[in-house]
């Protein structure tokens, strides 16, 4: 009877431990971003955070905005980081199948919910290698894709899906993502002017030499 209540203690205390890390690796926006600087699409490239899977917690990939000059290239922005790939981890809270396409809506605990959806095996974009179907809620999963809008409901369009068997690989995902929000997405991206303008005058130069082949 004792080890039994001293296990299930020990279960509680662990279980504590992993909501309060969960609950920690939400960070908070800046208040301000007035003297924040947003560069031209010729210097996405240079981005920390752009040709990169971004592991994040799901209440902050809801937070991302979408500016009109980028519409229709599913680009968001955290501050000024151009952002199109994301990671996230969580359980599966719901599955469902429409024309083709496995839509499982996840749940990291972080207040904040998800839809990752499987593209039909006709579409065009595919995974990048096979993704394991999940047939009922309770799996946890790593999912890796694109961000998109799909009827006016940020989505991810999964490129890879990892079902994760342990608890501790949850925890390190969180560590992974609270250490990239230190560390990257708090600080805005700073270019110094030279780079902007060597980047610009490229992209300009671009420009004139498609204008002149028409």
Same mark, same amino acid.
């Given at each position: 009877?004792?080890?039994?209540?001293?296990?299930?203690?020990?279960?509680?205390?662990?279980?504590?431990?992993?909501?309060?890390?969960?609950?920690?690796?939400?960070?908070?926006?800046?208040?301000?971003?007035?003297?924040?600087?947003?560069?031209?699409?010729?210097?996405?490239?240079?981005?920390?955070?752009?040709?990169?899977?971004?592991?994040?917690?799901?209440?902050?990939?809801?937070?991302? =905005?979408?500016?009109?000059?980028? &519409?229709?290239?599913?680009?968001?922005?955290? !501050? /000024?980081? $151009?952002? +199109?790939?994301? #990671?996230?981890?969580?359980?599966?809270?719901?599955?469902?199948?429409?024309?083709?396409?496995?839509?499982?809506?996840?749940?990291?605990?972080?207040?904040?919910?998800?839809?990752?959806?499987?593209?039909?095996?006709?579409?065009?974009?595919?995974?990048?290698?096979?993704?394991?179907?999940?047939?009922?809620?309770?799996?946890?999963?790593?999912?890796?894709?694109?961000?998109?809008?799909?009827?006016?409901?940020?989505?991810?369009?999964?490129?890879?899906?990892?079902?994760?068997?342990?608890?501790?690989?949850? =925890?390190?995902?969180?560590?992974? &993502?609270?250490?990239?929000?230190?560390?990257? !997405? /708090?600080? $805005?991206? +700073?270019?110094? #002017?030279?780079?902007?303008?060597?980047?610009?005058?490229?992209?300009?130069?671009?420009?004139?030499?498609?204008?002149?082949?028409?």
């Amino acid at each position: 009877m004792i080890e039994a209540e001293t296990a299930a203690t020990d279960a509680a205390v662990e279980v504590a431990a992993i909501e309060a890390r969960a609950a920690a690796s939400v960070h908070t926006l800046p208040a301000s971003s007035s003297t924040i600087s947003y560069y031209g699409q010729y210097c996405f490239h240079l981005s920390p955070t752009l040709n990169r899977w971004c592991p994040m917690r799901i209440a902050n990939v809801l937070k991302l =905005v979408q500016y009109a000059d980028f &519409a229709g290239q599913n680009v968001f922005f955290h !501050l /000024n980081h $151009p952002i +199109k790939w994301v #990671r996230i981890a969580g359980v599966v809270i719901a599955c469902s199948d429409y024309n083709g396409r496995h839509v499982y809506t996840v749940d990291d605990g972080s207040g904040a919910i998800i839809e990752c959806s499987v593209p039909a095996p006709h579409s065009l974009r595919q995974p990048s290698g096979p993704v394991p179907v999940v047939e009922h809620p309770g799996i946890v999963v790593d999912v890796q894709g694109e961000l998109r809008m799909f009827r006016d409901v940020l989505q991810i369009l999964v490129v890879k899906l990892t079902v994760l068997r342990a608890t501790q690989q949850e =925890v390190r995902f969180w560590a992974k &993502a609270q250490d990239f929000a230190a560390s990257t !997405l /708090n600080q $805005p991206w +700073k270019l110094d #002017r030279q780079t902007v303008r060597k980047y610009r005058k490229a992209a300009m130069e671009l420009q004139r030499s498609k204008d002149t082949s028409k």
